[in-house]
């Protein structure tokens, strides 16, 4: 059976102001990071998540979704908007599949290895200095797909290393 769907979409072609978006790259990046977990998800339940024993979906979200001004403002967006559908999929899956979201901030990954080359410039100010690791997302997956957060569905769990508590992760990029 199925019992858990992670939903770890991520696209962002377009690093910069909002405002100068082609609509060729906003619908890559709202496709990818919006309509392709709510399709997942859609097809999860078809498949019969939820239907003989509780069911989870994770969404993989970002930070960003909370942090206006970050030339990724269209990347943050989505994700924004990604959090609102955990919440509302909660509400409508509820009560035999919980949907939860994990924010990462910057993973060392190859998605991130544009901000990763500048080390300690992005990270230096946070307050667990450094970059997060796959291992520190994973662990927080499993911790919202067991039994142990049953209790838990419509929430986003931030994983940042406090990246965000001092302003946005890019800020000490601005001056380089």
Do not use: C
């Not at 509302?88 to 924010?103: F, K, M, T, Y």
């Not at 307050?127 to 796959?134: A, H, L, Q, T, Y």
Request: hydrophobic share 45%; glycine share 10%.
């Amino acid at each position: 059976t199925l019992d858990v769907l992670v939903n770890n979409a991520a696209a962002n072609p377009h690093f910069g102001p909002t405002h100068s978006v082609d609509y060729g790259r906003w619908r890559k990046i709202m496709d990818v990071n919006l309509w392709a977990p709510l399709r997942w998800t859609q097809l999860a339940i078809e498949e019969g998540l939820g239907a003989t024993r509780p069911g989870s979906v994770l969404m993989i979200s970002s930070n960003l979704a909370d942090t206006p001004g970050s030339p990724s403002g269209v990347y943050g967006m989505s994700k924004a908007a990604l959090n609102y559908l955990t919440a509302q999929l909660a509400v409508e899956l509820g009560p035999r599949v919980r949907v939860n979201g994990i924010a990462p901030g910057v993973v060392d990954t190859q998605f991130a290895k544009p901000l990763v080359a500048f080390g300690e410039k992005v990270y230096g100010r946070w307050p667990v200095p450094r970059f997060g690791e796959p291992s520190d997302v994973a662990a927080a997956a499993e911790f919202l797909a067991a039994e142990a957060s049953s209790w838990i569905t419509g929430q986003v769990l931030t994983v940042d290393g406090g990246a965000l508590l001092g302003g946005d992760e890019f800020s000490a990029l601005e001056a380089t």
